[in-house]
C-alpha cells in the first residue's frame, strides 16, 4: 500500500512544479514593444500556438485532431455546455485549463468556478492555475503580473486583471460567488464523481440535482456561459452521464478508436497502451480507458480453479470457438475465443483458453493450438465446433473457411471442423441457464495450471461479471456453447467423432 504523502513532501513537490514553470518559460528581455505586440497579436489569433508557446511543459505533444476540434468548439461558442469524457492520459484537465486561462487572459471571461468532488480536491485542481499565473513568466512578460495583494489563497484568488478563481466542493453553497458586477461565467466540473458515491444512485440523483438547481444558476442570464465538465464515465449511472445527456456536445474519447489504433498516436503509442493495460485489472482498464463501466455480476460470485484430469481420460472432449465477426486486434470489439473443454464423471474442465480481441487470422491460429494442445496430451478422438448461427453464416463460410483451408497447406492438414447452427436464446440467460448450475455444485472446473495465463485471467473476469446488463460475455458465451454440445448432442460413438490429423473432409 502506498505511503500517504506528507505536507513537507506535498509542499516540496509543489515547488518544484513552481520552479520547472519558471525554467521552462524564459523571456526575450530585449524585444521590442511593437515587436512584443505583434507577437502576441499572432499568438492569440492562433490558439494552438499559444498553448504551445505559454505551456510547453504541458504542450509536449502535438494536438491530436479530437483535442483541436474540442477547442474549436469552446472558442466558438461563448454559451456552451460540453462534456469531455476522454479517457486517462489524453490530457482532458490540461487541454481545459489552458483553454480556460486563455479565455480569461485576453479578456473574453472573467469569473470562473471550478467544482469537484470535494473541497480539498477543488483546490487541488485549481492549484496548477494559481502557481501558472504566479511564476509563468511569458504570461507575466506578455500580460503583466497577475498575483494581486490580499486576494490570493489556495482556493480562491483574483488576478491584477480583475479575474477571479473560486474552488468548490459539490454540496457546498455557491451563492454569493461574485466578482464585483460579474457572475460566474465559467463553470469547470472535474473529477465530480467517485466510486463510493456510484454504487448509490440516489446519492448521484441528488448532487446532479445540486449542479443544477444550486451551481448552474449562479450565472447571470444575460451573460454568456461556458460550462465544461472533465470525468469519465466510472459507472452506468453517475454526474457525467447525467450531465452528458443534456450537454450540447459530449464528447466521449476512448484511449483507442473504433479500429483499435491510439487516439492520440502523437503522444500514446500502441506498445505504450499495451503495456498500461497489462499492469491493472480488465475491469480497470475499461473503466479507465474505455469509458465502459463493467459491473460485479450477480450470477458467478466466484470460479473453481483445480487440478483437471489428463485431458486423455475425458469420456468427452470438445474444441469450442466463437469467431464474432469483428477483425480488430484492440478496442472494444468482441473478443473472439476458442476453448478446450473435458467432461468427465459429471464434471466439465476448461483445459485451455485463447480469448482476446484479435484479428481473423490469428483466430484460426488459436484454432490450430488448440488442436496441437489436444494432439500433444496424446489425445486422438474429439471435436472441433465453430459457432455458426444465421448472423454468423455468410461471415464463417466467406471469411473463416477460407482461412482455415490457407494454413492447412502450412499444417499439411485441414481442421475436423463442424459448424454449430444451435439456435441461440439469451445470451445472460443461456448462460445462466447452463453454467450457473455447474459453477455454484462444483462441477465446473478451471485448469489451475492456466491461473496466470492473460487468456484465463481475462476468462475470469468475464465469468466474475456476468449479469443482464454486461456487454463483455463472450468467453463464457464461448464456455456455455461447449459444455452445451457436451450435454446435449456428443455421443462416445467413434464414428461420429472427427478423428486422426488427416482428416480431408470437404467443407
Known sequence: MAKKITDRQYLTQWETFRLNISRSTPVDWQESVIEKEKRIKELEA??????????????????????????????????????????????????????????????????????????DNACRLLLPYKSILENNNRIIFDYGKQESI???????????????????????????????SFRPDVILIDDIDTDEECRNKERITQKIKWIEEALIPTRSISNPLLLIVCGNIIAKYCCVVGMGEKADKWDIVNIRNKKGKSTWPEKNTEKDIDRALTLISYNSGQKEYFNNP???????KSITYGKCPPLKSCEKIIIYADPATSNKDKGKSSTKGVGVIGYKKFQFFLYKIFLDNSTNATFVEWLYEAYRYCKAENVDTFRVYIENNSLQDPFYEQVIIPLINKLSKDYSFRLPIIPDKRRKPDKFYRIEGTLEPLNRL????????????PNMIRMKEQMINVSPTCK???????????VWLLQNRIVKAETSYAVGSTNNRKY
Open 46 to 119: 492562433n490558439s494552438e500556438k499559444w498553448f504551445k508557446y505559454y505551456f510547453p511543459n504541458f504542450y509536449t505533444s502535438e494536438p491530436a485532431k479530437f483535442q483541436m476540434l474540442a477547442t474549436e468548439r469552446v472558442l466558438a461558442n461563448a454559451e456552451w455546455y460540453e462534456v469531455r469524457s476522454w479517457a486517462r492520459e489524453l490530457a482532458k484537465s490540461s487541454r481545459t485549463m489552458m483553454e480556460i486561462l486563455y479565455l480569461t487572459l485576453i479578456g473574453k471571461k472573467k469569473n470562473v468556478i471550478l467544482v469537484s468532488n470535494t473541497f
Open 150 to 180: 490580499g486576494k490570493w489563497e489556495a482556493g480562491e484568488f483574483t488576478t491584477k486583471k480583475g479575474v477571479s478563481f473560486r474552488a468548490l466542493g459539490a454540496g457546498q453553497s455557491p451563492r454569493g460567488t461574485r466578482n464585483d
Open 294 to 300: 463493467v459491473d460485479e455480476g450477480t450470477t458467478f
Open 442 to 453: 462444483g462441477c465446473l472446473i478451471f485448469n489451475e495450471n492456466e491461473k496466470e495465463n
Open 472 to 482: 463483455e460475455m463472450d468467453g463464457p458465451d464461448l464456455l456455455e456453447g461447449g
